[in-house]
């Protein structure tokens, strides 16, 4: 009798393409021809995929995670909490319910996947930055060909939105730069060649990007990435040869604004969109608090409901909105509860980077993404509990990114 093969089986399979379905939404994330086939990829792939994996038992996921415990207890919290505290229609609540559960997947799905990323940190870092490159190129071919009447400029897939595709962008640029340049065996390794070319080409693109974007809230926080990056860059190689560079790359990127918009218009058009009610749309939620600051008005409450909607926004002209920063937005929706759960989060990212493994450069490049992300929600998003929307990719994926880069199981995880 001969003997069998053994053949992986289906679940094993599935285990092994992974890593291949995150490389393929993240490039549909930059070049999706329509700004919803990212999301359609991961409810139709990555969702049964990583279900396969869960009730196979090859998920290997540890459910006593401390940061995986605090943000699924805030995802249940504010899918359930909406059905008491919430005004308006059950249709919105049904719907805030349904984020907290796509909010599961999305953390399921990058528990899967940041394993395999750490584990081949240079091939995934040259893979992010080039995405980063793409991304720009995208939206460069948008404004070139008129198909980008708005004057902010923005791009195809998740980058439809000019401040969600500046934030995305310079998070794969940054994640991509920690990976290659900063995880390293050793911190005197030869720097790959290719990869610094790929990261100034992309730096500049994205740079570019950024300010014809003319989002503030990024364009604030790509400078502090930009001192950071050059910083870096004056540390690790010849002052001479990296100031002159550095010098290239800011002559190139005035020169391409000031023949696109001049350089005397470009500034106006940035003080033209004011604050963007930002400072009215705080003011407006401090002075009409929810009924309770201990559980918040409900994640399914459309702002439209509330009151300040219809005694402050309204009458002003302003428009009805979320409230434009994470911690302000958690408060009002989820309440104190909501907001600690958030601190929680936060203070455990903070621990992790500071006392996880690795040299100072990669302790001090896990902040610098913390930073990004805190920059990046200060004057955008409401919450971190929302179905597949770009707070997935400037939010959720650089701070999980931060946790397992931080965490001694994954730095041999390539032996497994």
Known sequence: MTGKTDRPGFAEKVEKRMPALFLIWLLISVLGPHQDLYKIFFHGIVIPASLILLFSGRARINWRDPLL?????????????????????????????????????????????????????????RNFILFALLGAAG????????????????????????????????????????LVFIRQPSPDAPADKTALRLLILSGVAVTIFVLMSQSRGPIITMAVF????????????????????????????????????GLDQYHELLLMRGSSYRFDIWKGYLMYPPDSWIFGFGAG?????????????????????????IWLGTLVENGIIGLGLLFAIAVLLLK?????????????????????????????????????????LFGWLPLLFVWFSSREQVIDISSQ
């Open 69 to 125: 415990l605090t943000a699924l207890l805030l995802a249940a919290y504010s899918s359930i909490t909406t059905f008491i505290v919430g005004q308006g229609p059950l249709p919105d609540h049904i719907r805030a319910f349904r984020w907290g559960v796509e909010t599961f997947f999305c953390l399921l799905a990058y528990y899967l996947w940041l394993p395999a990323v750490l584990a081949r940190p240079s091939w995934w870092g």
């Open 139 to 178: 939206g460069f071919l948008l404004f070139a060909t008129g198909l980008n009447p708005e004057g902010r400029l923005s791009g195809l897939g998740a980058l439809h939105n000019p401040i969600q595709a500046s934030s995305i962008l310079l998070i794969y640029l940054a994640i991509g730069h920690f």
């Open 352 to 392: 992790s980077a500071f006392t996880g493994p690795g040299t100072r450069r990669e302790k001090a490049g896990r902040m610098m993404l913390l930073l990004l992300v805190f920059l990046l929600t200060l004057t955008g998003e409401h919450t971190l509990i929302s179905s597949a929307k770009a707070i997935w």
């Open 301 to 325: 409450t459309d702002p439209a409901q509330l009151e300040v909607a219809k005694e402050f926004w309204m009458p002003s002209q302003m428009p009805v909105t979320h409230a434009h920063n």
């Open 226 to 261: 930009l001192v950071y990056l050059g910083s870096w860059s004056l540390l690790r190689n010849s002052l001479l040869k990296t100031g002159l560079v550095l010098l290239g790359a800011a002559g190139l990127v005035v020169g391409v604004l000031a023949a696109v918009y």
